[in-house]
């Protein structure tokens, strides 16, 4: 018998990072994950988030609005979209930006 599926709630930066993210670029695929447990033992990150421990992310997107752009105009894009994030204590943000054609050229 299989174990029913467990949801786990996004906190309010994660959920801020795909409300924000979702509509600027529009993403084929969008992927946050949350990496601050692995920051949790520096006592600088404790206060910072909102003080909620939420400081460091990982965010993959494949969109079309990346078309034409470096990966630092990607990554700039995203930077501004989430200033007041950062603002209020995101510390970290790993990004892999992607077109969906760069997708379909690592795969072949």
């Known amino acids: 018998m ?9 906190g309010p930066v994660e959920s ?18 949350n990496d601050s447990w692995q920051h ?19 965010v993959a997107v494949i969109s079309d609005a990346f078309k034409g752009r470096t990966t630092i ?3 700039r894009m995203i930077h501004e979209a989430l200033a007041d994030e950062f603002a209020q204590g995101l510390h970290a943000l790993s990004l892999k930006t992607k077109t969906p054609e ?6 072949t």
């Open 102 to 107: 760069e997708v379909s050229k690592q795969s």
């Open 2 to 10: 299989a174990s029913p599926a467990v949801k786990v709630e996004s």
């Open 73 to 75: 105009q990607r990554h």
């Open 40 to 58: 949790r033992h520096h006592s600088a990150m404790r206060a910072q988030g909102g003080g909620n421990g939420e400081t460091h992310f990982s």
């Open 16 to 33: 801020s990072i795909r409300e924000k993210v979702s509509p600027l670029l529009e993403p084929k695929e969008l992927t946050v994950t």
